[in-house]
């Protein structure tokens, strides 16, 4: 018999999702959802991991659950197909990540190179919440609550997924067989391991206005591709110019198909020819952005048009997340009653122990 395919992803509500998000993730989840490969798909906002680094600012946490469910669906997500749920509204996954702080040790914490680094990033040296230090454990509940067997994510996610692969051998092996060992699903294209912001810097960030959303308007997507970082020595037409750190390019990397040269920029058949051209000298920097500009405006006009359709129906989008809340905890239910049963803590529905405990006192 072949075991069940079962994948779960996700994202922390801290904004509206930008094209990031869609190389790295959503196109993704979209291609996978749609195969036929898997038998069950959650993707979860996760509110509550959201919580640990913005507990005190939840507003923002509330407002942008609506922003990412309306992302979701406009690039594709089918609530018929996959299963969007909130985080928070499972305390399932709550009680699953008290049991299993009791498998891994502090130390082992410590040494979680993407917690090192994120605890770097938002210089919390001095003082780490115990919510956003314990987040890997919660990040195991998530995961095994739903048994997933596959979780898509980028490279830099990968010791967070080895650590749930820790937390599920220790588990089986003190109660027993109960929950699955998941794989991680790595990213096919290089171009889609990390986008880097318009201004060439290694990471998106809002702050620093270096996004281009989904959402965004026309008139914002020329700014910020027109003003794009390229190669600094690139300074006349006829200068050789670097493909290699020039953001315009990576851009093009990840976005770009042969089918939209004919129409935007015949004069070349394909991408490499394009890259040719620019290395030997000869070709502008704008003349390339506003190529880049027409290929991502035929990626994201459609996504952001059919957000708009969504902007219009927000009791529809809630219903959809109550929805896939509720199939969600069905499961997470009956895991954590698995769980209970292994650990020897489900005391009211285990009549053997009852009626054990009955013969022990009956002729006493």
């Known amino acids: 018999m072949t075991p069940t395919k079962i994948i779960?992803?996700?994202?922390?509500?801290?904004?509206?999702?930008?094209?990031?998000?869609?190389?790295?993730?959503?196109?993704?989840?979209?291609e996978l959802q749609n195969s036929g490969e898997y038998e069950k798909i959650f993707i979860m906002i996760a509110d509550a991991q959201a919580l640990t680094d913005n507990a005190e600012n939840p507003e923002k946490v509330r407002q942008n659950i609506v922003e990412v469910a309306m992302d979701y669906l406009a690039v594709g997500i089918d609530p018929e197909k996959s299963n969007i749920l909130i985080q928070s509204q499972l305390p399932e996954l709550t009680e699953l990540t008290f049991y299993y702080m009791n498998l891994v040790t502090v130390s082992r914490l410590q040494r979680n190179p993407t917690v090192k680094s994120e605890i770097q990033m938002r210089n919390f040296e001095a003082s780490i919440p115990v919510g956003f230090f314990c987040y890997p454990?919660?990040?195991?509940?998530?995961?095994?609550?739903?048994?997933?067997?596959?979780?898509?994510?980028?490279?830099?996610?990968?010791?967070?997924?080895?650590?749930?692969?820790?937390?599920?051998?220790?588990?089986?092996?003190?109660?027993?067989?109960?929950?699955?060992?998941?794989?991680?699903l790595l990213p096919s294209s290089t171009a889609c391991l990390r986008l880097p912001g318009t201004d060439g810097k290694a990471k998106m960030s809002k702050s620093l206005g270096n996004c281009i959303y989904l959402s965004e308007t026309e008139e914002d997507i020329k700014k910020k591709v027109m003003s794009m970082f390229t190669d600094p020595d690139h300074l006349k037409v006829s200068d050789p110019g670097k493909i290699e750190g020039n953001t315009v390019f990576t851009y093009l990397d990840a976005f770009c198909r042969d089918e939209f040269f004919p129409e935007y920029c015949p004069d070349y058949k394909n991408l490499d020819e394009m890259k040719e051209h620019y290395k030997r000298g000869g070709l502008g920097d704008v003349k390339v952005k506003k190529f880049l500009l027409n290929v991502m405006l035929e990626t994201i006009n459609p996504?952001?048009?059919?957000?708009?359709?969504?902007?219009?129906?927000?009791?529809?989008?809630?219903?959809?997340?109550?929805?896939?809340?509720?199939?969600?905890?069905?499961?997470?239910?009956?895991?954590?009653?698995?769980?209970?049963a292994a650990m020897k803590i489900d005391y009211f529905?285990?009549?053997?122990?009852?009626?054990?405990?009955?013969?022990k006192y009956k002729d006493a």
Do not use: C, W
Request: avoid cysteine; charged fraction near 35%; charge should be neutral.
């Open 8 to 30: 779960l992803t996700g994202d922390r509500p801290t904004g509206r999702l930008h094209v990031g998000h869609y190389v790295g993730s959503l196109r993704n989840r979209v």
């Open 137 to 184: 454990i919660s990040q195991a509940s998530d995961i095994t609550a739903f048994k997933a067997t596959t979780v898509p994510v980028g490279e830099d996610q990968e010791p967070m997924l080895e650590q749930t692969r820790e937390i599920v051998r220790k588990f089986n092996s003190v109660y027993g067989d109960t929950l699955v060992e998941p794989e991680i």
């Open 303 to 340: 996504i952001r048009n059919k957000r708009r359709e969504f902007e219009k129906d927000i009791p529809y989008v809630y219903e959809v997340l109550k929805k896939g809340t509720e199939k969600a905890r069905e499961t997470a239910a009956k895991t954590l009653s698995e769980v209970k």
């Open 349 to 359: 529905e285990d009549q053997a122990l009852i009626k054990e405990q009955s013969e």
